[in-house]
């Protein structure tokens, strides 16, 4: 077993280390309720956000901060957009920051990502999510919270977000890459995080105008298949490091990831990450490539 391995996940907290700092009402602690359900669920995350969460957290809407002038769901926005959305949310880069969903992990790695990519310095997800805090018994809050309050040093530079744009990878180059694997010309990798019947095209996509299939030359790795039998925890590294042995995805290559919308695909690249792969999330993913017509090969 390696280092990487026997080291653990350095991007999770478990819910009792949460708890604790909960206790120390640290100033710095930003506690983000990240929850978001696909467009054909029945469940309401403003709606559930508000009667039962964790103490002091505060609803994160991911259909919020997204570039509004593009035509496709969760789109990162620029910087300048998110640097805005951060100061009305009192978010700093230099705050400690934990993201959970009351699905357990579905939609917290998604803001995991999107802060860590824009510059944040401590931002880790909530293993077990709300329902592993709510199955230990730890206390819950129900008060209306919309923001948090103004903060003592609210300086320029406690908001210098600035993209990583390795982490990112946009639509002409997810068709070369694309075309590289299929024709065995490049050792990069593309992993697919939905489910076995929409990456095969059995069911329809969830959203309007939009194809069924995958992308020529990914590999099917679901959000599902890196966590326990209910979802709500990662599987240890040891096992999802196997399980990229099977798939037939080798962490000494980079690997890009997609699912939707580029949500869920960012439950595999948290612990692919952790493994010493080299990561990025194709942005746009399946709602702006099945979009279009297939590339020619």
């Not at 002038?69 to 959305?85: C, E, I, V």
């Not at 949310?89 to 969903?101: G, H, L, S, V």
């Not at 230990?136 to 923001?147: C, I, W």
């Amino acid at each position: 077993m390696n280092n990487i391995i026997k080291k653990g996940y350095r991007n999770l907290i478990e819910t009792n280390v949460l708890h604790n700092l909960i206790m120390t009402k640290s100033p710095n602690l930003r506690i983000l309720n990240t929850t978001w359900y696909l467009p054909t669920s029945t469940n309401n995350a403003q709606i559930e956000v508000f009667e039962k969460r964790i103490p002091s957290s505060f609803y994160f809407d991911i259909d919020k901060v997204i570039d509004t002038k593009s035509q496709f769901p969760h789109m990162l926005p620029t910087t300048d957009d998110f640097t805005a959305f951060m100061k009305e949310y009192r978010i700093r880069t230099t705050d400690q920051i934990i993201c959970y969903d009351n699905v357990g992990v579905y939609t917290s790695p998604r803001v995991w990502w999107m802060l860590s990519s824009f510059g944040c310095q401590n931002v880790k997800v909530l293993n077990g999510g709300f329902p592993k805090w709510l199955k230990e018994n730890r206390p819950v809050d129900s008060k209306f919270n919309t923001t948090y309050l103004p903060i003592s040093e609210d300086k320029h530079d406690s908001y210098n977000y600035s993209l990583n744009n390795q982490q990112v990878v946009n639509y002409p180059n997810v068709c070369k890459l694309s075309k590289l694997i299929v024709n065995k010309q490049t050792q990069s990798q593309l992993v697919d995080a939905r489910l076995n019947n929409r990456f095969n095209g059995i069911v329809p996509e969830p959203r309007p105008n939009v194809r069924r299939g995958h992308i020529p030359g990914a590999k099917n790795i679901t959000f599902q298949d890196v966590l326990s039998e209910d979802g709500t925890t990662y599987l240890s590294l040891e096992k999802i490091k196997q399980l990229g042995v099977e798939k037939g995805i080798d962490t000494k290559y980079p690997i890009v990831f997609y699912c939707g919308s580029g949500v869920t695909a960012c439950v595999p690249y948290l612990p692919f990450l952790e493994l010493g792969a080299t990561c990025s999330i194709y942005d746009g993913s399946w709602s702006e490539y099945g979009s279009f017509p297939e590339p020619e090969k």
